[in-house]
């Protein structure tokens, strides 16, 4: 019913910035929350970013005050501004949507070096 692709992703020094985007498509209907998780090898999957539809933006702890969530509804879009990153911030990146059904995209690699 609905496709995401997530895109944006690379690698990166640790200080540094990178954007990530999140095109969606199709039956886009009774969507409760959008948002993006990460996944590191060997490590459980982790809440990045959330956003409750009517809601307040949630982020993990981890990436407070440097990531921030964002959504395009023109171009059906949602975006992850990353800055200072960190070498902990490796992952493939994911983004989400969430309703009566759960949506997912094929994911994307960040790496961040020292």
């Known amino acids: 019913q609905v496709q995401l692709v997530e895109s944006g992703g690379g690698l990166v020094q640790a200080g540094g910035s990178l954007s990530l985007s999140c095109a969606a498509s199709g039956s886009i209907v009774s969507i409760n929350a959008i948002g993006w998780y990460r996944q590191t090898p060997g490590k459980q999957r982790e809440l990045v970013a959330s956003?409750?539809?009517?809601?307040?933006?949630n982020y993990a702890d981890s990436v407070k005050g440097r990531f921030t969530i964002s959504v395009d509804n023109a171009n059906n879009t949602m975006y992850l501004q990353m800055n200072s990153l960190k070498p902990e911030d490796t992952a493939v990146y994911y983004c989400?949507?969430?309703?009566?059904?759960?949506?997912w995209g094929q994911g994307t690699q960040v790496t961040v070096s020292s």
């Open positions: 989400f949507m969430a309703g009566s059904v759960y949506y």
């Open positions: 956003f409750p539809s009517g809601g307040t933006t």
